[in-house]
């Protein structure tokens, strides 16, 4: 099942349906993307050609590469439904009404092929509906499968059976939804809204008007329901500006009409505020004003609040909320939640907690088994859904199961009558382990059974608790993978590079050698892979007069990078999220790279005044210049130079690995995955494919110097850049020291090279530049704000 989708028709041009195309087309599957016709007009093609053009628009970037679009072809329903009977899965987007889908369907069933799977990505509609005129045949392989916005970043896939869907089908498009678009499937049952829209909508609905009732401000709310309580940065009120008020009040409405027999059917409606709101078009970002409005005061961006009584922005004020930063010296979520419910009669902010965080539980309770079998469904679709650090039920049991429902009960909340049951047999948690093994209380048998197990994961935690950690210090260790693979995996903060990661990094290189070690992953499951050198280290060491320890450190990262890249057994990078500046020169020196889809690759050492000095302005002499000169001698080196020196140089940082690999940073043999929960899995077959037979690379003069007309040639386009103000004084600094790396320093003439040569010249530089105060100023800056500083 999973190999036999290779196309896709979606039937419906709208924000969703070509964002899901994107994203089919994004992950390697042909697509093709239709739509009505007009009615009037010549250009029958004008209604799909409008959704696919806001859609190659969107912000964040549905598409992860323009080079996707070629595998997209669009259409319409008159002249193109026949492309059909060609799709392995039909998806159908269009407008949420019964008729029109039905009347779809049935156009469906006579063109598409016998064994195509045909699904609708309906939220708000009965699935068993949709397909209830139609053959038995074609109700077998007809599902829900409801995306979440947008679709190319949220995790979340609901898979949504009817009484007649195949089994086995839904297994398999659960899987295909896994392994080649890297969701996260649950198994959902057609009920209105399905998982995340049906409990997410009470809680969001119910927090919001529990905050205008008992008098707490925008920003208070926001302040305390982030990543405090293990919620994104967008908290409450950004996060419907995000979304876009029109849609949270809308999915709210249309459930409170669907769900006539929910006995908290009244906290679904919209507080009347959020009316008032939509009259006066404040949707949120979409509008340019919602309950935030960004703005500039002073050279800065702001964003200002809503005034709920005046409906006016003004200037956000910073709430006093003490009993956050109590919190957060508790330690992790479990302990934030504990302290917060029991501080809640004493203290306002703790008690919205505590008067948001319990009803949402219980609702959730009272909801299972009618929307779901599976306590893991529900908490995947909260946590894959809405970014929460924990769903309902592993929240509940961070807060002690029995405890938690007392104090529900002492507050009138009424919690799902199964979790008595449970609990009054003994069973005092929703999830617990067993022999190694993940187990959950099922509501529907009233006993435990196992955690679904994703056979592609590999759970660095689980590989601990197993005893195959080999050895650690506070910034990485290595593990056993089982088959003689080993994981040299970071966990500094931030994933930088520090001293004891370079340590580690030489024990891995030594457990290398043995006979019974394949070969080594370097990975982790941080949310990005590393986000380079650790600048509070290099700046407390130059501003202290200590360049020659940097110089050491320096020789370490280059000794090290080195001694992977010829290492006698394959190295397999697996990089995921931010892969920056030393991170991305650990990658460039594996056979191999295993990049997750969503990877952002970058040698952005001109934002702090440095030039990459771990073998990165080496790396992208030796893999973009280098090629083409080996394979025709006489080529003019100077467009292959000039793209090394613009990425350098620009700071460049791809948007995907797809973009990485035009950019150079991945080969054609490297492998891009969509699910970061597979990367080690992948990585780890990378070693073991590799290993049979491997040759380390032969060292010798492999890297093209193009000397100094070259050299000359980019200096002349830095200066022109200055002329235009485009670029500072201390932009040309830098990209004169990049100019000189890449082109083989004082090298007259063009000329084969060393690695190692280029190596000494990046440590040179490096080391000029950071004698340097405006260095020093954008160090200083970044480490302040963040942000890059042109001085």
Not at 474 to 498: C, K, M, Q, T, W
Not at 593 to 610: D, F, H, S
Not at 686 to 707: I, S, T, W
């Amino acid at each position: 099942m999973t190999h036999s989708i290779r196309k896709v028709a979606v039937l419906g041009a709208g924000t969703m349906g070509a964002a899901i195309a994107a994203h089919c087309a994004n992950a390697g599957l042909e697509v093709d993307l239709l739509d009505i016709a007009p009615e009037e007009g010549d250009d029958r093609n004008a209604v799909v050609k409008a959704g696919f053009d806001r859609m190659k628009k969107a912000r964040p970037a549905a598409l992860m590469s323009e080079s996707v679009l070629d595998r997209m072809r669009i259409g319409n329903f008159e002249d193109d439904f026949d492309r059909v009977a060609d799709a392995d899965w039909v998806l159908e987007a269009i407008i949420e009404k019964l008729e029109p889908k039905k009347q779809l369907m049935e156009r469906v069933e006579r063109t598409a092929k016998e064994d195509a799977i045909i699904s609708s990505n309906t939220s708000g509609i009965p699935l068993h509906q949709v397909a209830e005129d139609r053959s038995e045949g074609f109700r077998r392989r007809f599902l829900g499968t409801h995306f979440f916005n947008p679709p190319r970043y949220l995790k979340l896939l609901e898979i949504i059976p009817t009484e007649d869907t195949d089994p086995d089908i839904v297994e398999g498009v659960r899987t295909f939804g896994e392994r080649v678009l890297g969701k996260g499937g649950v198994i959902a049952k057609d009920t209105p809204n399905f998982i995340g829209n049906r409990v997410g909508s009470f809680a969001g609905m119910q927090a919001v008007t529990y905050a205008f009732e008992n008098g707490y401000t925008i920003e208070e709310v926001d302040a305390i329901t982030g990543p405090l309580v293990g919620r994104p940065k967008t908290a409450t009120f950004r996060l419907n500006d995000q979304v876009g008020l029109d849609i949270a009040v809308g999915v709210a409405e249309n459930l409170y009409h669907a769900v006539p027999e929910d006995e908290s059917r009244e906290q679904l409606k919209p507080h009347p505020k959020l009316k008032e709101m939509l009259e006066k078009n404040l949707l949120g970002n979409k509008t340019g004003a919602g309950f935030y409005k960004r703005d500039k005061r002073d050279g800065q961006t702001v964003f200002d609040v809503l005034d709920l009584e005046t409906f006016e922005h003004e200037p956000a004020k910073k709430p006093e909320v003490p009993i956050a930063e109590e919190a957060r010296q508790q330690g992790d979520l479990g302990a934030r939640l504990r302290f917060l419910l029991e501080r809640a009669d004493e203290d306002r902010h703790a008690r919205y907690i505590r008067d948001t965080l319990l009803p949402y539980l219980a609702y959730a309770s009272r909801r299972v088994p009618e929307i779901s079998d599976t306590l893991e469904d529900v908490d995947h679709a909260m946590e894959w859904g809405f970014a929460h650090q924990a769903g309902p039920f592993r929240t509940w049991d961070l807060l002690g199961v029995r405890e938690a429902t007392e104090r529900m009960e002492s507050l009138g909340i009424e919690v799902g009558p199964w979790v008595k049951e449970m609990l009054d047999g003994g069973n005092e948690s929703f999830y617990k382990e067993e022999d190694g093994a993940g187990l959950q209380f099922s509501p529907v048998s009233k006993q435990y059974e196992p955690v679904r197990e994703d056979p592609m994961y590999f759970s660095l935690d689980r590989l601990r608790e197993e005893g195959k950690e080999l050895t650690s210090n506070d910034s990485a260790s290595l593990l056993d993978l089982g088959e003689g693979v080993l994981l040299f995996e970071f966990h500094s903060r931030g994933n930088s590079i520090d001293g004891a990661m370079l340590e580690m990094g030489y024990q891995a290189l030594e457990i290398l050698k043995q006979d019974e070690v394949a070969g080594l992953v370097i990975g982790n499951e941080g949310r990005n892979f590393c986000v380079g050198a650790n600048l509070g280290e290099i700046a407390h060491a130059a501003q202290s007069g200590m360049l020659d320890e940097v110089g050491k450190r320096v020789d370490a990262l280059h000794g090290l990078l080195m001694n992977f890249r010829f290492a006698p057994k394959p190295v397999v990078a697996a990089p995921r999220g931010q892969t920056l500046g030393g991170g991305l020169e650990i990658c460039l020196h594996a056979d191999r790279i295993v990049a997750a889809g969503e990877t952002y690759m970058g040698l952005v050492e001109a934002g702090v005044g440095l030039i990459p000095a771990g073998g990165g302005t080496k790396e992208l002499a030796r893999r973009l210049v280098s090629p083409p000169l080996h394979a025709a001698q006489n080529a003019p080196p100077l467009p292959f130079v000039q793209k090394a020196f613009e990425t350098i140089a620009m700071a460049k940082v791809a948007t995907s690995a797809l973009e990485a690999r035009e950019m150079g940073f991945l080969t054609d043999d490297d492998r891009v995955v969509m699910n970061a929960d597979h990367l080690i899995s992948a990585a780890r077959r990378e070693v073991l494919d590799l290993a049979d037979g491997y040759v380390p690379p032969e060292r010798g003069h492999n890297v093209f110097a193009a000397g100094q007309s070259t050299r000359a040639a980019l200096e002349v386009g830095v200066k022109s850049l200055q002329w235009g103000r485009y670029a500072s004084e201390y932009d040309g600094v830098i990209a004169g020291h990049t100019a000189r790396v890449l082109t083989g320093g004082d090298l007259t003439l063009p000329q084969w090279v060393t690695e190692d040569y280029l190596l000494r010249l990046e440590k040179e530089a490096f080391l000029e530049l950071l004698k340097n105060e405006k260095t020093h100023e954008r160090i200083g800056h970044m480490l302040k704000t963040g942000k890059p500083l042109r001085n």
